[in-house]
Structures are given as structure tokens and as C-alpha cells.
């Protein structure tokens, strides 16, 4: 018979060869799995693949993997992507955790490079603590969410972000801009009139209606509202329709007695200058009647009225009006237009 002690440390020996090549295996499979979870696995996860808690601790300790979270890591040592940092934001937040806001906005291809704070909507129950780089919200929203990295839609990722603004040019350049890039108007109008709570409801309720129900009407109410009647300007006649070379010609807005026309465009989706018909009516009025034309659009009328009002009463002015406009506020610079 063999000396048992040789037997014994032959056998611990091929025992531990066998444990180190079922370890490597086990490593090999879980990296390969994090692939398709941006280089990202749970301690369960990696579990389920053969190693233990133990080893993993092992394999962070010497540096091959590392600890992004308690009970989540990334299997490489080189800097977390802006990617895996979102799939451990969201193993954080729980199973029904959702990318919103900038984040959902980068991953829906709306903005090029990814924002340097991940948010990540939570249930209003999570007691979630602050993590450096990830803001949590707690919105009670009904949230559809899409994509490998549950992020909210389009439609819904852009009225959360309008919901965040004050300032009426950037309202109008966020739905511009997701205009542009395929965002879905009427889903987006169907989804505002879902939220109980919205900031700036009745402007962008406006600016969707227009787009959606095809009709500058919105805009031409805002012309009153913020331009024409706060700045006592001459009240301007509505839709005014004539016939020049055949053709029936329509008019936003006519000042007759000094011959001005204002045109208001109410495009939002896909801006850009006067058309060619726009063009050649403008031509026209001014040939045959001696009519200005000044075109104004939703950033005029929204943002900068009291400056569109002075443009206006200097081109009344120069036809012959000798009254003067009025202030809408203090702080209104309707006097201060100079040719």
C-alpha cells in the first residue's frame, strides 16, 4: 500500500486543481454574461454562475473586478461606462426603478452626449439614500417603460423635462427640437392631459394643440394676450382675405389704415423662413396695396412680446399712426425700439 500522507496530498492537490479550474470557468462565464448587462452582475447573479461571495470579494480585492454598489459589480477593472453606471443606478432603484429626464432624453438618442447625474425614478416607498452621481425621484407616474435600460418614452422624458422650465424660449425649443426627432405630438398631448399637475400647463397645451390640430389660432390668441392689447397697439383685423393676380390671398393680421400685415407662423415642427408662396405674397401686397409685411414667430410672441410690440408700433409709426404704445409692466422696453 502507498504511504497515506503522499496519497493525501496528491489527492487535496487534485482537488484544488479541480476547484481553481471550476473558479476559472466560473469567472470566464460570468464575464462573458455581464457583456450583455453592460459589464454589470449582482452578487445573486454571479452566484447563479458558480461563484461566491467569498471569490468575488477575492477577485475585487486584487483588482480584476469592482464594487460599484454593495451587492453589485463590474466585472473589468478600467473606468464603469456612463452605461454600466445607469445599469447599476437601476439595480439599485429595484425592479420597477426608471430612467428618466436627461438620462432617458441621451438614451432616446434626443441629446448627444450622456448627462453627468443619472436619475432614476423610484417607487414612493424606496428609502433610497443619496449616491454620488444618481438623483432619485419619486414621481407617481403610469410609467411604460422601454429599452435594455428601462428608461421612460420619448413622449414622456420630454414633459418631464418641461415640466422643469420656467423659461418660455427653452419650452419652445425642447418641443421643437423633439419635433424634429420623430417625438410623437398627439401621444405627448394625450399623456399632458393624464398629469393632475403640470407647470406651465396652458402654454405647452397650446404649442401641442397647434402642431396636433393643425392651426395657428393658439399663436394668434397669444398675439392679443401678450403683444397687441397689453401694449395698446391698433387693433388689427383677423384672417383678412383678398384677391391679387387671381389668386385669394390671406393675411394673419391687417392694420389698414397704415398699410401693415403681420404674419404669424405657428409652425413647430419643422421650422424654418418664409416659403416661397410666403415670399411671393409679401411681394405682392406690397405691389399692388403698398403693404409691409412683418412675420413673427412662437419665441416673438411668447418670449420677447413687449420687443415685437416696439418693432410693430415703429413700423406704424413710420406709416403715419401718431399715437404711442403703452407699457405692459414696469419693466415693459416697448419705448425703447430705435430705427
Not at 421643437?176 to 405627448?188: L, P, S, Y
Not at 408662396?277 to 412662437?298: I, S, V
Request: hydrophobic share 40%.
Amino acid at each position: 500500500m502507498g504511504n497515506p500522507q503522499l496519497i493525501g496530498a496528491a489527492l487535496n492537490h487534485a482537488l484544488g486543481v479541480a476547484t481553481i479550474k471550476r473558479m476559472a470557468t466560473a469567472i470566464r462565464t460570468a464575464i462573458e454574461q455581464s457583456k450583455k448587462k453592460f459589464h454589470v452582475l449582482t452578487v445573486a447573479e454571479t452566484r447563479a454562475l458558480g461563484l461566491s461571495r467569498g471569490q468575488v470579494a477575492r477577485l475585487v480585492e486584487a483588482g480584476h473586478w469592482q464594487r460599484l454598489f454593495r451587492g453589485i459589480y463590474l466585472t473589468h477593472s478600467a473606468s464603469p461606462s456612463w452605461f454600466s453606471k445607469a445599469h447599476a443606478a437601476l439595480l439599485l432603484g429595484g425592479p420597477r426603478a426608471v430612467l428618466t429626464h436627461e438620462s432617458a432624453w441621451f438614451l432616446n438618442g434626443l441629446q448627444p452626449k450622456p448627462p453627468r447625474i443619472i436619475t432614476v425614478n423610484v417607487p414612493p416607498t424606496s428609502r433610497l439614500k443619496p449616491r454620488p452621481g444618481i438623483r432619485f425621484l419619486r414621481h407617481v407616474h403610469d410609467f411604460q417603460p422601454i429599452g435594455r435600460l428601462r428608461r421612460t418614452t420619448p413622449e414622456q422624458t420630454l414633459l418631464d423635462l418641461l415640466s422643469l422650465q420656467r423659461d418660455p424660449r427653452e419650452i419652445i425649443g425642447l418641443i421643437t427640437h423633439a419635433f424634429r426627432n420623430g417625438v410623437k405630438e398627439a401621444a405627448v398631448l394625450d399623456l399632458l392631459r393624464k398629469r393632475h399637475r403640470f407647470r406651465n400647463r396652458k402654454l405647452v397645451e397650446l404649442l401641442l394643440e397647434t402642431v396636433v390640430g393643425g392651426t395657428e389660432s393658439p399663436l394668434e390668441y397669444l398675439f392679443d394676450e401678450n403683444v397687441e392689447i397689453p401694449h395698446g397697439l391698433p387693433r388689427s383685423e383677423k384672417q383678412s382675405v383678398r384677391v391679387i393676380n387671381g389668386k385669394r390671398i390671406r393675411v394673419d393680421r391687417r392694420i389698414k389704415l397704415f398699410r401693415l400685415l403681420i404674419e404669424l407662423d405657428g409652425n413647430l415642427g419643422h421650422p424654418g423662413g418664409p416659403t416661397d408662396r410666403d415670399m411671393w405674397r409679401d411681394n405682392a401686397n406690397l405691389l399692388k396695396h403698398g403693404d409691409q409685411t412683418l412675420r413673427y414667430r412662437w419665441l416673438n410672441i411668447v418670449s420677447t412680446p413687449c420687443e415685437t410690440a416696439a418693432q410693430i408700433a415703429a413700423a406704424l409709426a413710420i406709416n403715419g399712426w401718431r399715437g404711442s404704445p403703452t407699457k405692459c409692466s414696469p419693466g415693459c422696453r416697448v419705448l425703447e425700439y430705435q430705427l
